[in-house]
């Protein structure tokens, strides 16, 4: 019996609406109303929208198109099957340069000066990691990246089938399945 409960609570909770992706149009007017550049994949291949507008009907942008043309549209939500926004990389580069910084500053300091009481770790970390930290996050800038904020649902949700069919001994044997 406790299985049967654990198995039924499973199974409600595995499957959430979306798939970590926003699904909601008033979450993604939040996030696209300060951006000056989105991505609308349709079926007809994927757009650069500029200054996008959440509209009832869709998504309205200046777009600029893989064929060259451009000029200002409204894409149907019927039509939009993923919108990607530019993710910046400038706090994942500045950590990645403090930590490197940090540790040749460390073994800058330990191999370049031979006596240990006029090693100063601190110093030599802190700088390293700052002047590191600088780089790494001027590169990061450099290297954005887009990240999904929605996906249409393209079918019906997956839902769990939960069987119970007597086992031969007596009681019940249950069976959970599932199908993508």
């Not at 064929?67 to 993923?82: F, H, K």
């Not at 073994?107 to 006029?118: K, L, N």
Request: proline share 5%; glycine share 14%; aromatic share 8%.
């Amino acid at each position: 019996m406790c299985f049967l409960a654990l198995s039924l609570l499973v199974a409600g909770m595995s499957f959430p609406a979306g798939s970590g992706q926003t699904q909601n149009r008033s979450e993604i007017a939040e996030i696209i109303s300060g951006k000056k550049k989105i991505r609308l994949v349709t079926p007809l291949g994927e757009l650069i929208c500029r200054d996008p507008i959440l509209l009832t009907a869709g998504i309205g942008c200046r777009k600029d198109g893989s064929d060259g043309a451009s000029g200002e549209a409204t894409v149907p939500w019927d039509d939009i099957l993923a919108v990607k926004v530019r993710r910046s990389g400038v706090g994942l580069g500045a950590f990645i340069g403090f930590l490197a910084g940090a540790g040749l500053g460390y073994w800058a300091t330990r191999v370049i000066i031979e006596h240990p009481e006029d090693r100063n770790y601190f110093r030599s970390m802190s700088t390293g990691g700052g002047m590191w930290a600088l780089a790494g996050g001027l590169i990061g800038a450099l290297a954005s990246s887009w990240k999904t904020v929605y996906t249409a649902q393209t079918g019906p949700a997956p839902l769990p089938t939960v069987s119970l069919v007597p086992a031969r001994r007596g009681g019940m044997a249950i069976s959970l399945s599932m199908s993508f």
